[in-house]
């Protein structure tokens, strides 16, 4: 075994660039013992590797550079067990986390994949629609802070005045996410609803609203509009080909 490695040996030997043990070797994470006085070439003792290692190692792990210099300083067995159990902890959070975003974009997905089937913008119609679940996300002033209204399709409901949020939880029908509390949910009931789309930026979404209502007079609706958003902003760039289908309960 060579005594000695080159910067390109010790980064080929793990994979590295050698711009990033340039940099290494600037920020004072891992220098070479050794310098060529005539060239300034870098050259490293074989048992740097295990040093190098550990690094690569944090790295992995999720540690910044910053705290892996922090942590070297203090390295011993008790403080690195201590500090696997705290980053084992943060990554089964973190993995918590990722598998909620990736549960609500599965959802989204079909949500979207399967309303495109169908879609008859011209038409207004009446359609059964089971009991649908939704995350209550509040008023506008509020969506923009939580991850539900950024992941899940979102709806929109409308009544009077009153204009308030939730994340669609499709499929409807199966057991609800386990990461969601019972509290946040609500129900959308069941039953017969007179359908249509509307075509472009919300703002004109009342007017769509006030269309659908005035073309069935002939039957009894719910004060309440259900706007389900099919394409937006998240997945539209252009909001004239935002889609969004309005629904409104007829009432017994």
């Known amino acids: 075994m060579k ?5 390109g040996e010790m980064g080929s030997l793990f994979g590295l660039n050698i711009q990033t043990l340039y ?3 600037s920020i004072g994470i891992f220098c070479p013992r050794q310098r060529d006085p005539k060239n300034g070439r870098r050259k490293y003792e074989f048992d740097q590797v295990y040093e190098l290692a550990t690094i690569c190692y944090m790295r992995k792990l999720g540690y910044s550079l910053e705290e892996i210099t922090a942590k070297r300083r203090i390295q011993h067995v008790h403080s690195s067990l201590e500090s696997l159990r705290k980053r ?30 169908d879609i008859q913008p011209d038409q207004i119609t009446i359609r059964y629609c089971p009991e649908r679940a939704y995350i209550a996300i509040g008023e506008e002033e509020l969506i923009y802070r939580q991850n539900s209204f ?3 399709p979102t709806i929109a409901f409308y009544e009077g005045s009153l204009k308030y949020f939730g994340a669609y939880l499709y499929p409807s029908k199966g057991p ?13 009931p069941a039953g017969d609803y007179l359908c249509g789309y509307h075509l472009g930026s919300y703002d004109k979404v009342p007017q769509t609203m006030e269309h659908l209502r005035k073309s069935r007079p002939d039957l009894k609706l719910e004060d309440l509009t259900v706007n389900f958003n099919i394409l937006d902003q998240f997945v ?17």
């Open 236 to 252: 539209e760039n252009d909001s004239s080909n935002y889609i969004t289908l309005a629904q409104i309960r007829i009432l017994e």
């Open 88 to 117: 084992s902890e943060e990554l089964h959070r973190q993995w918590k986390e990722l598998f909620s975003i990736d549960e609500a974009i599965q959802r989204k997905l079909a949500f979207i994949e399967e309303e495109m089937k």
């Open 3 to 7: 005594d000695f490695l080159s910067i």
């Open 23 to 25: 940099y290494y070797d």
């Open 150 to 152: 950024y992941f899940y």
């Open 176 to 188: 609800l996410p386990e990461f969601v509390k019972e509290d946040q949910i609500r129900r959308i």
